[in-house]
């Protein structure tokens, strides 16, 4: 299904399909609405083609969205809450992919009642405190290729190649490095300081929608064993994990991803039959 972009609303989108259940993905730090077309995994046509109003879009700063100072989780938060509300669906489920699923939580947190079900991708609850040494290590090595004058388009296909999993097909890598090299140097910068400070640990018990936690099992960035104790902490959250996956589920291996997310969906927000 060919999806229609959307400028004129809060944030860009691609918008797939029609309906009342809206199905609105989020993506990483290394992300765009493409991480969902179908030039990566095709999450956005699958979804549709359940019966499912599918939007992908470009959170502050990425692609065609504005972006937004100063660039906090709670600021990406509340352009997606801008854009759920401008949807104006019956219903509305969220799909975060790593910071996607850290600006899902922050939704959740601060307008739970905007939020019938949540699907975390191989995300986390915190990133620890903003001033520790392993934060500043992190940053340091994600921005040192960026000072040194790479660019993104220098630095994404070494990224991707270190986010999936070993085994992962090169072609499927090559098209989320794509994606990679075309988010705005002055973005993926302001991204990770954001992320770095993230921590929704005390709120993963007032979470009261249906939540599947989706891990990947050689994913480095967001362990199953930390995407396991999320879940627990959730009251009746499920927890997946996809053999052989690593953190780009969704793009590396659509397949085990799709199966994993239409089966919780229609358990948790099922819709109408559709007929082709």
């Known amino acids: 299904m060919t999806p229609a972009l959307v400028t004129a609303a809060p944030l860009a989108h691609w918008r797939w399909g029609a309906g009342d259940t809206a199905v609105v993905m989020l993506h990483g730090v290394g992300g765009g609405r493409d991480a969902w077309s179908d030039a990566t995994g095709g999450t956005g ?107 993104m388009a220098a630095l994404a296909p070494g990224l991707a190649r270190g986010m999936a999993a070993p085994n992962a097909d090169p072609q499927r890598i090559a098209r989320c490095a794509a994606v990679m090299a075309r988010v705005p140097e002055a973005t993926y910068r302001a991204a990770l300081h954001a992320i770095v400070g993230f921590d929704r640990r005390a709120d993963l018990l007032r979470i009261a929608v249906p939540t599947l936690c989706l891990a990947g099992e050689c994913d480095r960035n967001a362990s199953p064993a930390v995407m396991q104790r999320m879940a627990q902490a959730i009251p009746g959250a499920e927890y997946r994990c996809l053999p052989g996956v690593g953190h780009l589920a969704n793009m590396e291996a659509p397949a085990p991803f799709h199966a994993a997310l239409l089966d919780f969906l229609r358990r948790h927000v099922p819709v109408a039959a559709v007929h082709s």
């Open 45 to 151: 046509g699958v979804l549709a083609d359940a019966g499912y109003l599918a939007i992908a879009p470009d959170l502050p700063g990425y692609g065609d969205s504005p972006t937004v100072t100063p660039y906090t989780m709670a600021a990406l938060a509340e352009a997606v809450v801008a854009l759920v509300e401008s949807v104006g669906a019956a219903r509305t489920v969220l799909v975060g992919h790593s910071m996607g699923g850290m600006v899902a939580q922050e939704v959740v947190a601060t307008r739970p009642g905007l939020v019938h079900a949540l699907v975390l991708s191989g995300t986390s609850p915190a990133f620890g405190k903003p001033d520790g040494d392993w934060q500043r290590r992190f940053l340091a090595e994600r921005l040192a290729p960026l000072d040194a004058g790479q660019g």
